[in-house]
């Protein structure tokens, strides 16, 4: 199964990427900013692979731009404490 289609595994890579963006120094608010660009690119241009990742398209497909912020942030919340 590759790191798209699995759920555990895209939000180990995705914990992986928070990581080291704040081993690198980048503080919340940016780490926040960043999850919600890539959920605006992952809304646009990838096809969800998986019950779990096709849920978050809709949720982000009905939501305005701060519900799509909050989604962003309760995403990098969840997959930090997973």
Do not use: C
């Not at 120094?25 to 990838?46: E, K």
């Not at 849920?55 to 990098?76: F, H, K």
């Amino acid at each position: 199964m590759g790191l798209m289609s699995d759920f555990d595994q895209w939000t180990s890579f995705l914990r992986d990427r928070i990581e080291q963006a704040e081993s690198a120094g980048m503080n919340q608010q940016t780490i926040r900013n960043v999850a919600h660009q890539i959920g605006d690119f992952l809304a646009q241009s990838v096809d969800p692979k998986n019950p779990e990742q096709r849920l978050l398209a809709d949720l982000w497909s009905v939501g305005n731009e701060q519900e799509q912020q909050a989604l962003a942030n309760m995403l990098v919340k969840y997959v930090k404490r997973h």
